[in-house]
Nanobody, 121 residues
Framework: QVQLVESGGGLVQPGGSLRLSCAAS????????MGWYRQCTGKERELVAT???????YYDDSVKGRFTLSRDNANNTVYLQMNSLKPEDTAVYYC???????????????WGQGTQVTVSS
């Protein structure tokens, strides 16, 4: 199994910054894409950003230019630097990893437990 542990959420004022971290551990053969989704109260979970193992990143239009995703492949860790935060960024942020636990088993998507980000004055 693969476990994802997130950290870095909290309360920040509009215009402020936060950095989320997510580390994958367990019986890992290979981690491919990693990234973050978020879910606001009463809404569906939406993709925020994702990064491949070779460092290619994709960002939702709502966060382009404000959020930066980076990755440490050696430690199966992904970081989301969030700058110029807005109240509409308030949500529970979920880390995910697309990983395989062996060469013969198919890739699965694993999830973290979620971390709350609140942007408010």
């Amino acid at each position: 199994q693969v476990q994802l542990v997130e950290s870095g959420g909290g309360l920040v004022q509009p215009g402020g910054s936060l950095r989320l971290s997510c580390a994958a551990s367990g019986s890992i053969f290979r981690v491919n894409a990693m990234g973050w989704y978020r879910q606001c109260t009463g809404k569906e979970r939406e993709l925020v950003a994702t990064i491949t193992s070779d460092g290619s990143a994709y960002y939702d239009d709502s966060v382009k230019g404000r959020f930066t995703l980076s990755r440490d492949n050696a430690n199966n860790t992904v970081y989301l630097q969030m700058n110029s935060l807005k109240p509409e960024d308030t949500a529970v942020y979920y880390c995910y990893a697309a990983a395989r636990i062996s060469a013969t088993l198919r890739q699965l998507k694993y999830w973290g437990q979620g971390t709350q980000v609140t942007v408010s004055s």
